[in-house]
Structures are given as structure tokens and as C-alpha cells.
């Protein structure tokens, strides 16, 4: 981050806080301005926690007509504030919840609001983009200041990561950069560390397609399978040679979790369809902050660009996996109406009339 992008928002919170100080008690993470702009660019919301905050956003600026939410004038807030028995601004942020992940957050007025959008993070909320926190008062300013630095609830003005970072598997789909979701590439340009796998002796397709949204400051982790479809000397054979691979991988990319650096984790297609991303999302899980982006699947693809539909009305849809013995694989066949075949290299069997 270069320095007069620091300067400019600290310029530009001094303007809004009339703390004419602010500037030697400011803290600015190094991915704050980055992330703030990726997101904005990728049409992130910007959330407030007062109407003056959200009145102060020049809306000419925003590079993608974003939305700006204020909800201390929800019909909902005045309620949750009296069950909860909190403020009606700690209520609003409640309200955030929707719209949280990924978001550009201004607190700019109340420190309740800072308290409970923290809360929620901790408790397994969305992350933000970014943050920036000027809470003013007496009541809870500086405690508030504090936890922000203390937390690593996302990239932001006050924020020094203590925490362990979050794990995101992206799915990027088929091939097709323009297939790639808004949420994927907004995520992906955010990212302080993206991994990818890679064939034996190929480069990584889920990288190429990825390439433009990757920030040119992101550590990267190329992870080369092994083996794919070849023998294998392992002793455990092609299963144990994978178990160890899988095992490697998420002991790679637990160096930076524990560092408290976000990793994305880049997937083709769908990440939970016939994935290898599946694998370390069952290692990271209960471990680590963990979360998938889907992706469009390839099957999917497949059928826009024919066009074709692959089933309709009441018609049946199976989906094989491509190591089926090719006896089954011809039984399941001319016992469904559409199928989609996955991770394989070899043609179908013929399907004949029953």
C-alpha cells in the first residue's frame, strides 16, 4: 500500500471525525486500502452505523453504483433493541448480517456498534472486506479502538491480525473467466494467500482462470499432485499417495492460517463436486474459519453452450463418476433419462435400447 493512499484516508477521517489527532493514533492495515477498493470495484455494499456516516459517502465517487445502508431506521431495529435490551445502533449492526460478507464497513459515530459487529465475527458472522472504525464518545471509544486492533475481523483502519486466518474455497468454474461469480472474483482479489492444485506435469487450470483477479501482492501456493491417473511406487499405493499429498497441503497452508493470513483455496467448477478441495476442507474444518463460494459446474456449462437441456419435467438426472466399471456404468445409463459423467478421460459406452 503506498503511503499517500494512507494519507488520504486519514485526511478523509479527520474531515468526518473533526479530530484534527486522529492521524498519530491511527493504525492502517497493509491490505486495507486494497481490499476496500477490490470490493467496491466487485460492487460491494458499504455498511454504516449512523446516517451521517452513510450521508457523507459521496456516491459519485463509488466506482460501482454501490448500495450504502444505514438501518438504524429499520422497523426491525427498534424492536431487537428493546428485546435485547441494547442500543438501537448494536441492533441495526444485527441487521447487517445479509449483507455482511465482503462488505465495506464506516463506523464512524457509536462504539456499541463496533462492539457487536466484532461479536458477530467471533461468533461466526460474514467477514467484511474491510473495516474502518472511528468510534467517538466517551463511553466505550477506546475500548473500542482497541478491540479492533486486537481482532482480525478483516482488513482495516485499527486492525492488527492476532487471530487465525479464515480458510475460503473458491470455486472458479469450468474454463471460462466470465464464468467466474462476482463473490469468487471479489474474494479471490481480497486474498492474502490463494493455493491451487496442479497437475503432474501441467500448469494449474484453476490458476489460469483466476489469473486477472489475483492481487499482484498474494503469496501463492502451487499444489502439484503426485500422481493422477499413472502408477505410483507409494507403498500405500495410489490411495496412501494421495492421503500424504492431502496431508502435505493442509500442512502448508496451516503455516499461514496460524500466521493469521486469510488462504484461498482456488477450485475448478464446483468445489464440492468431485473436488479435490473437498479434502482440506475436511481437514481445516472445526480447525480453522472455514467457507465455500460455489462455483458453475462443468455439466453446466456443457448444456448452455450446446444448447441443450440435460433434463426436463419429470425426467431423472444421474451423476456418475468416471471411475465406474464400464459394466455399471452402462447399466446406470439405460436406467436414467440425462447423466452427466465426471473426472474422466474416456469416452461412454455405447448406450443401447433395453
Not at 115 to 126: A, R, V, Y
Not at 200 to 216: G, M, N, Y
Not at 218 to 246: C, D, I, K
Not at 292 to 313: C, N
Request: proline fraction near 7%.
Amino acid at each position: 500500500m503506498c503511503l499517500s493512499d494512507a494519507e488520504k484516508l486519514a485526511v478523509r477521517m479527520i474531515h468526518g471525525s473533526g479530530q484534527v489527532d486522529l492521524a498519530t493514533d491511527l493504525v492502517v492495515h497493509p491490505r486495507l486500502i486494497g481490499a476496500a477498493r477490490a470490493a467496491l470495484e466487485a460492487g460491494a455494499p458499504i455498511l454504516c452505523d449512523a446516517t451521517m456516516v452513510a450521508t457523507g459517502v459521496t456516491r459519485t465517487r463509488l466506482p460501482s453504483d454501490n448500495q450504502v445502508l444505514c438501518l438504524l431506521g429499520d422497523e426491525r431495529t427498534a424492536h431487537l433493541a428493546r428485546q435485547w435490551g441494547t442500543t438501537r445502533t448494536a441492533a441495526a449492526v444485527s441487521l447487517w448480517e445479509p449483507h455482511l460478507d465482503g462488505a465495506v464497513v464506516a463506523i464512524g459515530n457509536a462504539p456499541t456498534a463496533l462492539f457487536h459487529l466484532l461479536e458477530m465475527i467471533l461468533d461466526g458472522s460474514s467477514r467484511p472486506a474491510a473495516i474502518v472504525g472511528c468510534p467517538v464518545g466517551f463511553i466505550g471509544a477506546a475500548l473500542g479502538h482497541d478491540l479492533l486492533r486486537a481482532q482480525r475481523a478483516g482488513p482495516g483502519a485499527g486492525n492488527e491480525p492476532r487471530m487465525t486466518g479464515r480458510f475460503v474455497v473458491v470455486g472458479v468454474g469450468p474454463g471460462d473467466p466470465e464464468l467466474v461469480t462476482l463473490k469468487a472474483a471479489r474474494i479471490i482479489g481480497a486474498a492474502e494467500v490463494v493455493a491451487y492444485h496442479a497437475g503432474v506435469h501441467q500448469q494449474s487450470h484453476a490458476r489460469r482462470i483466476a489469473a486477472r483477479f489475483i492481487p499482484a501482492g498474494a503469496a501463492e501456493e502451487e499444489l502439484r499432485y503426485p500422481v493422477t491417473t499413472g502408477s505410483t511406487a507409494h507403498p500405500g499405493g495410489y490411495t496412501g499417495a494421495m492421503a500424504q499429498f492431502y496431508e502435505s497441503c493442509a500442512q502448508r497452508l496451516a503455516v499461514h492460517l496460524d500466521a493469521g493470513r486469510d488462504a484461498v483455496l482456488l477450485a475448478e467448477g464446483d468445489p464440492l463436486f468431485y473436488g479435490s478441495a473437498m479434502y482440506l476442507l475436511d481437514r481445516f474444518t472445526g480447525r480453522y474459519r472455514t467457507s465455500v463460494v460455489p462455483g458453475v459446474p462443468a455439466f453446466a456449462a456443457a448444456t448452455a453452450a450446446i444448447p441443450a437441456p440435460l433434463v426436463r419435467q419429470a425426467d431423472v438426472l444421474a451423476i456418475l463418476p468416471g471411475t465406474l466399471p464400464e459394466p455399471e456404468l452402462a447399466r446406470r445409463l439405460a436406467d436414467t433419462d440425462g447423466a452427466s459423467r465426471s473426472r474422466t478421460s474416456t469416452p461412454l459406452p455405447s448406450r443401447t435400447s433395453p
